[in-house]
């Protein structure tokens, strides 16, 4: 008889970080793989920029590049934000020891007597760019959460800010005579803060805007779980279909199904009941409500009622534009203030770019800010639905709705299918 095992997440966060059963993200790891190939060839290197909202998967799909990368006799390091600007830090974390500067043999830093302050911004960059050199393997460098450089790497420091752009663009274009490549991820607002460092432009395959993952792979991460981690006896695919009816492939999501079916298969010893697979769902549930309240946290009502007007009358995973978007907000607060809630927006995920369009980056969680913050306001009432109750304005809301749509009806397709949508976007561009 096998025993039980109790869950063993790879990190101690469970819904976060390198994945235990990975699957999925083919298209990106081909990529990445292609360009690992061509860098060792070449000896050369560049930079590979993954973004998306919170619970894509960056974390976990990193860690998958960075094994990928050692199977292919890769040095594989992950660094900081501080590394891209500092000489210390890049030297402690490529392992060269964590020696002050000023105590190191000063002659590499410019041979004054002070040490650190001699140090100008083009031996900054230099000794950066000899300390990547340094080394016969390729170099992979993993940088994650790196929306951060772009509040970490302060303009106002010319020193930082020019080491930084060096370092980077001597990556970002190849030239350290060694295969180097940085690969990088974060939220939506990362490659805005890369392009205020100079790095714009990427390789073909190297910039990836990660979406939710297909349903093979959705139900592929379910069944490893259940049956290796949960030993569930018996056929899972009752559970697999129901848990994947709600998670929309978001990883996160998943994983907050998975936690309590391992609690639950543990306490039915290990057997598949149908009362079980509602307490999972019911916890589910509630792990996915917690997901959006903290997407949400931050912003006050008023501004979540703002951003559910953007998404409203659209078909759930629709994007929408960038100009009607800041149009909308920004006769709610004026510009300035709009373009800062836009921007927090796509810094805590609520709002996710698709190809140059917006979308709410989890169709569920469309569904939720929607139904949670849409509320009419009175003032705002046209006349002919002032005094009615919310539902009686809901209801005669929908009945004009349908009547227009019965109007309109000669414009098919307008519903795209969310999923195949979503899956599509997991190949990045
Ligand atoms: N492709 C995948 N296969 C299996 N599990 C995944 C996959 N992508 C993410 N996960 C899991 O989902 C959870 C959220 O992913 P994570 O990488 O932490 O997201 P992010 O870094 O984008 O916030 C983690 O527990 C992670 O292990
Ligand atoms: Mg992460």
Known sequence: ?????????????????????????????????????????????????IQGAPGAGKSALLAECGKLAERRKWKVVDIPVRAIWSVDELRRTLGRGNIPVATRG????????????????????????????S????????????????????????????????????????ELNRPVILITAGLGTTSDAFGALGISRFATGAFVELGALDKEAERAILYDWLTKDGDAKGNPTAWIDAIAQETHGWPQHILSYVKPSLEQLRADRRVMTAEGLNNVLKAGRAGRTAYYKQRARGFPEEERQSLARLFSDLPIGESVQLS?????LTQNYGQKKAEALFRRAVEKGIIDERDGRYVIPVPSMQDWLVSNYDHIQEKELPSRLIGLSQE??????????????????????QLRDVEERNSGMDFGS
Do not use: C, W
Request: hydrophobic share 35%.
């Open 392 to 413: 009686q304005r809901s209801t005669a809301l929908a009945t004009e709705k349908n009547l227009n749509q019965e109007i309109e009806a000669q414009s098919p397709g």
């Open 135 to 174: 080394g016969k393997d390729p170099l992979l460098l993993k940088l994650d959460e790196a929306q951060r450089i772009g509040t970490t790497v302060s303009r106002t420091n010319v020193d930082q800010f020019a080491t930084a752009t060096d370092v980077l663009y001597a990556i970002h274009n190849g």
């Open 106 to 133: 000063s002659g590499q830093v410019g041979g004054g007597p002070i040490g650190k302050l001699e140090i100008t911004v083009e031996l900054a960059s230099e000794t950066m760019l000899k300390i990547l050199q």
């Open 1 to 49: 008889m096998r025993i039980s095992r109790r869950p063993s997440p790879v990190t101690a966060a469970f819904d976060r970080g390198p994945a235990k059963y990975f699957h999925g993200r083919k298209q990106i790891l081909h990529d990445f793989n292609e360009l690992i190939e061509r860098a060792t060839q070449a000896k050369s290197g560049t930079t590979f920029l």
């Open 324 to 328: 009607t978007i800041m149009s909308s």
